[in-house]
């Protein structure tokens, strides 16, 4: 068995290297994540949103230009998805084919950003080893792996629209 001092954080990120990051001044909330822990969840929003607007994009209620999707696993699952459910009829897709499976493990963070004109996703992350059962470790490590998930966010050579 591996201590769990050796277990550390792994970041993964991925982008639609065909979109323009420029064009996108606001975000909204289109799923929270779900915890068993409210104030986590809680947490979890508001890094993400200071990591956003760190990079001058501004929070609105409404008609934004992406749309946020957190998802939080503390133990190990698999999801089925043939659609990105919670969109009431929007059709999300997040990859491309008729069904997906996704398994995240203890402790994972999953973020999305969605263009919301186009409905697609534009830039994905994730974080394992990020949210645990200690209380008092969470915020450290969940602040640490959001800082890590938006290091280099906006993407860099995207293309420019004039």
């Keep these: 068995m591996v201590p769990l001092a050796l277990i550390a954080q ?16 606001t975000f909204t909330w289109i799923k929270q ?7 986590m969840q809680q947490r ?3 890094a ?5 607007e760190e990079r001058g994009l501004h929070l609105v209620s409404g008609d934004a230009d992406l749309g946020i999707s957190a998802n939080a696993a503390t133990k190990e699952q698999q999801t089925l998805n043939s659609f990105y459910d919670g969109f009431y009829g929007w059709g999300w897709h997040r990859y491309w084919g008729p069904v997906t499976v996704e398994t995240y493990t203890v402790g994972t963070l999953v973020v999305d950003l969605f263009d919301m004109q186009t409905k ?22 969940l602040n ?7 290091k280099h966010f906006p993407p860099k050579g995207t293309p420019k629209t004039d």
């Design 10 to 25: 792994e970041i993964q990120t991925d982008y639609d290297h065909t979109t323009d990051f420029s064009k996108y001044k």
């Design 33 to 39: 994540p779900k915890t068993e822990n409210p104030l």
């Design 44 to 46: 979890i929003i508001d």
């Design 48 to 52: 993400v949103n200071t990591q956003l």
């Design 120 to 141: 697609q996703v534009r830039w994905w992350a994730s974080a394992s080893d990020t949210i645990s059962d200690n209380p008092e470790k969470n915020a450290k490590k």
């Design 144 to 150: 640490e792996a959001v800082e890590k998930m938006f």
